[in-house]
């Protein structure tokens, strides 16, 4: 653990220069509505793999009706959900070789399209994480917060992570953050090497501050990490 100050600066999008090959067949943009049933699909499929139907189903719906709805974010937050999509430049139709889904226990074909969402991050600067400032307990500013981020278990250990990662911070950048944070499962050793990877440091928060936590059972452990974020004019 090292201090706040300590934190150091580089660009994960760099990083990810260094390998444009491993998946290069991936787009990485902002969600757009024809993906939101595919976000919910991946969100509830890593998060919640065991579900059954028909509490899987309610799962995906709940998340699809909440993506639609644009959940609601504060006054002066934004918010914004990346894909990565897989197979971007293959725009032809393909009759009978459309990509499955599993949903209530049955396998689905739900496009005709090869494209199809593998990956997906939250960006957001609602500081819901951070403790409030001032006697007005005001949010703080300048601060994104990464979450769900999740890659579809076929597709991982591609650099998918690490592109959503990239573009996040690059989305940072242009809402003008100096700092991206995040919160990752001590017990999640492949998440924490992923973050660490990209420049995250974990940042030990005082025992006795009552800092937000991600609400998730009361017994998972949180690293809460960040990293400095370089300015446009200064790349
Ligand atoms: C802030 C949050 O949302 S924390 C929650 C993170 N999400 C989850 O744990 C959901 C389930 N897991 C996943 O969806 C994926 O495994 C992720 C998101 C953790 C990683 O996605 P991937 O696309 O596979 O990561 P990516 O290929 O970009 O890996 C980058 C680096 O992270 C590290 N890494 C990723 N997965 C692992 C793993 N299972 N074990 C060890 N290291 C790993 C490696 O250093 C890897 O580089 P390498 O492949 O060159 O060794």
Known sequence: MIPFSAVGVCRASQAVDLFPNVCPDVVVREARIEDCWEVAETHCSTFFP??????????????????????????GCTRTCLVAVIGSSVDNLFFGNGEFIKVGGFEERFSFNKRYVAGILTVD???????????????????????????RERDRRKGIAKR???????QARNWGCRVIALHCDVNNPGAVQLYKGQGFKCIKVPERV???????????????MMKLITTLSAT
Do not use: C, H
């Not at 065991?50 to 006054?75: A, E, T």
């Open 210 to 224: 009552n800092w937000p936590r991600p609400k998730t059972s009361p017994n998972v452990q949180f690293n809460f």
């Open 125 to 151: 600067t609602m500081a819901d994480f951070l403790p409030r400032k001032g006697p007005l307990r005001q949010r703080r500013t300048g601060i994104a917060y990464i979450s769900n981020v999740a890659v």
């Open 50 to 75: 065991k579900y059954s139907f028909p509490l899987d189903l309610m799962l995906r719906i709940n998340r699809l009706v909440g993506m639609l709805s644009g959940f609601s974010v504060p006054n």
């Open 164 to 170: 959503l990662i990239a573009k996040a911070e690059d």
